[in-house]
């Protein structure tokens, strides 16, 4: 009976810790880091693609899924959407995520600074308004 009641008390914490990981998020802190991405991307009602696409809308858009952007063979194939979990994935290595990306960043390691990324960046719709 103590075993089980270890094992509840170490998944319960688990769980706090994942819940207030993705909740650890700074939308405000997220458009400073944006600063390394503005050379090649932009986001806001008057975004354009640059040498990377827009990045509006970005949450449940598919992957390769600007029309008027020339993505790499990598992206327009992958078959993918963007979510919470690709982003953070592909940001912090995105030539392991889609081998063959056009991307030239290096990828950002920091945790904290991935999650503030996408709490800055899914705050946009696909209109480039704040949500």
Known sequence: MKRQA?????L???STLLVSNS???DASAGKSSFNKCLPCHAVGED????????????????????PDYSYSAALKSSGVSWDEAQFKEFI???????????MMMAGIKKNTEVNDLWAYVKQYDKDGKVK
């Open 47 to 66: 975004a354009k693609s640059k040498a990377g696409p827009q990045l509006n809308g970005l949450d449940g858009r598919k992957v390769g899924g600007i």
């Open 6 to 10: 270890l094992f509840a008390l170490i």
């Open 12 to 14: 319960s914490g688990a």
């Open 92 to 102: 912090q290595d995105p030539k392991t995520k889609f081998p063959g990306t056009k």
């Open 23 to 25: 909740a650890a998020q």
